[in-house]
């Protein structure tokens, strides 16, 4: 049984995700509930929990004010918020787990089961990613949790070439010419990339637009991105494609 622990500032919430562990999740055990950064911070250094579900906000601060203050992290964690575009995107930035309230009762098992087979390690490296996300606003400083198979990837976003689509998987250029194979599809990753400078020109490419050299009109369309890597533009995207080009560099 994995020992767990409830961090919300509302009571019906905590009462709520206890019954759902309860009834859905039979390999948690809730050892605790706790309403505020301070009673969450007690209650993870009394009963050294193996997972933390944590509601964002709270009365008297944030759940990052609670890990803020817990050096080493020795257990995993599962954010839960309200839709708020800006936490969710530093989740996806870092490869976190999350719950949207109201939470889904089978979605919490998924993402507990996720977490807890998760080597620490690799957790402190996602939650040291999200709290430099959190922290910077300057966008050519942020950097992405990528995760494949046998490794896990904490790359800077300006260094990312474009993306390729490769049927459910999603293949990732670097300036370095490495590449990526991560099982995650190309939307998934412009939801991600959209906000950091990267345009989706066709149904199999996402584009970093910092790096492109040149546009060319022959043949429909393309890009040409730093490499001299020559990238087709679908006719559909051509026209906001220059357009962003227009506002970015007066094309």
């Given at each position: 049984?994995?020992?767990?622990?409830?961090?919300?500032?509302?009571?019906?919430?905590?009462l709520?995700?206890?019954?759902?562990?309860r009834?859905?999740?039979p390999?948690?055990k809730v050892?605790?509930?706790a309403?505020?950064?301070?009673?969450?911070?007690?209650?993870?250094?009394k009963?050294?929990p193996?997972?933390?579900?944590?509601?964002?906000?709270?009365?008297?601060?944030?759940?990052?004010?609670?890990?803020?203050?817990?050096?080493?992290?020795?257990?995993?964690?599962?954010?839960?918020?309200?839709?708020?575009?800006?936490?969710?995107?530093?989740f996806?930035?870092?490869?976190?787990?999350?719950?949207?309230?109201?939470?889904?009762?089978?979605?919490?098992?998924?993402a507990?089961?996720?977490?807890?087979?998760?080597?620490?390690?690799?957790f402190?490296?996602?939650?040291?990613?999200?709290?430099?996300?959190?922290?910077?606003?300057?966008?050519?400083?942020?950097?992405?949790?990528?995760?494949?198979?046998?490794?896990?990837?904490?790359?800077?976003v300006r260094?990312?070439?474009?993306?390729?689509?490769?049927?459910?998987?999603?293949?990732?250029?670097?300036?370095?010419?490495?590449?990526?194979?991560?099982?995650?599809?190309?939307?998934?990753?412009?939801?991600?990339?959209?906000?950091?400078g990267?345009?989706?020109?066709?149904k199999?490419?996402?584009?970093?637009?910092?790096?492109i050299?040149?546009f060319?009109?022959?043949?429909?369309?393309?890009v040409?991105l730093?490499?001299?890597?020559k990238?087709?533009?679908?006719?559909?995207?051509?026209?906001?494609?220059?357009?962003?080009?227009?506002?970015?560099?007066?094309?």
């Amino acid at each position: 049984m994995h020992r767990t622990i409830i961090i919300d500032d509302e009571a019906h919430q905590r009462l709520t995700i206890e019954k759902m562990v309860r009834n859905y999740c039979p390999t948690l055990k809730v050892v605790a509930k706790a309403e505020s950064v301070q009673s969450g911070l007690k209650a993870i250094i009394k009963h050294k929990p193996d997972l933390v579900l944590l509601d964002i906000e709270l009365a008297d601060g944030t759940g990052f004010d609670i890990l803020d203050q817990l050096h080493p992290i020795n257990f995993k964690v599962i954010f839960i918020t309200a839709f708020d575009q800006y936490a969710i995107k530093a989740f996806r930035f870092s490869a976190l787990d999350y719950l949207l309230k109201p939470v889904d009762p089978d979605e919490l098992c998924r993402a507990a089961t996720k977490a807890v087979e998760t080597i620490q390690h690799d957790f402190n490296l996602q939650i040291n990613n999200l709290r430099r996300f959190i922290k910077t606003d300057d966008k050519n400083h942020q950097k992405i949790i990528i995760k494949t198979y046998d490794n896990i990837h904490l790359v800077p976003v300006r260094d990312i070439l474009f993306c390729e689509s490769d049927n459910n998987y999603t293949r990732i250029h670097l300036l370095d010419h490495r590449q990526i194979m991560v099982s995650a599809t190309l939307k998934e990753y412009e939801d991600i990339l959209s906000e950091s400078g990267f345009f989706r020109i066709h149904k199999s490419y996402l584009i970093n637009m910092k790096r492109i050299i040149r546009f060319e009109r022959a043949e429909g369309g393309s890009v040409v991105l730093e490499g001299d890597i020559k990238i087709p533009v679908a006719s559909r995207k051509r026209e906001e494609l220059l357009e962003i080009l227009d506002q970015l560099t007066n094309f």
